[in-house]
Structures are given as C-alpha cells and as structure tokens.
C-alpha cells in the first residue's frame, strides 16, 4: 500500500455520472483529492463509511478537495448505491481493479478493495 510521501498514480475512470475522473486534471486545476476505497456497495460498514463521507463532503470541499470514493462493484451496483444514499461526490467501480491495484488496497486473497484513505495533494503527492 502506498504511504505519506509517497506520488500518487495517475488514474483514469469513468464515475457514476459517465463523467471522466483523472488524477491528473485535479493537479492541473491544483486541487487536492480525498481518495476513498471501500470493500463493498450495501453492506453495513460500508454504507456507513460512505453516508459519513456524504455528511462531510460540504466540509472536505469547503477546503479545496474533491472527493472519489471507489470499490471493485460493477460501475452499475455503484451507481445504484450512489443514487440511493443521495451522494454529490465521484464514485467509481473499479471491477477490474485497475485503481485498487496501484494503490495497492486490494486484498489478495478476497479480492476486494480494504478500507483506505488517501489524501493527496495539489502536487500529487500523498
């Protein structure tokens, strides 16, 4: 898993909104990125985590950051989720682990993503 310090990976993704997502054009227009994986769309902790992302994310972009959260769901089961809890931010499937794997989060023997949270700067460094 990548640590403080560390360059972020440049990433490409389409979110639920068919929108692009690049690590790359949130440096460009020097923003920082709140990077969230989470293992799995509906399921207890989960939602959780991501309801107290929603409830934050007038906060988080009050201070410059956009926020993505992404899991190994089907685009279509992330969608589905993003809708029901009502959420403003990117939220991107990663079902071919593109994402998780250069960030390292993906358990090996699960395959799906672990709970991690990666700030990154206007620099691109985590």
């Known amino acids: 898993m990548l640590k403080v310090g ?7 993704a389409i979110d639920c909104r068919g929108e692009r997502v690049r690590l790359s054009d949130f440096i460009a227009q ?6 969230f994986f989470f293992p799995r769309a509906f399921t207890p902790a ?7 992302f929603r409830d934050n994310y007038e906060r988080i972009s009050s201070l410059g950051a956009e ?3 992404v899991s ?3 685009a279509e089961r992330n969608c589905k989720f993003a ?4 959420l403003q931010f990117k939220l991107v499937g990663d079902e071919e682990r593109v994402l998780s794997e ?3 989060v993906v358990w090996p023997v699960l395959k799906i993503d672990r709970r991690a949270t990666f700030v990154i700067d206007e620099q691109g460094v985590i």
């Not at 560390?6 to 490409?12: G, H, L, V």
């Not at 989960?46 to 107290?52: A, D, I």
């Open 6 to 12: 560390d360059q972020a990976p440049d990433f490409d």
């Open 72 to 74: 190994v769901d089907k």
């Open 30 to 35: 020097k923003k920082k990125v709140v990077l």
């Open 67 to 69: 926020l993505v959260g």
């Open 102 to 104: 250069k960030y390292g």
């Open 46 to 52: 989960c939602t959780l985590e991501v309801r107290n």
């Open 83 to 86: 809708t029901e809890e009502q």
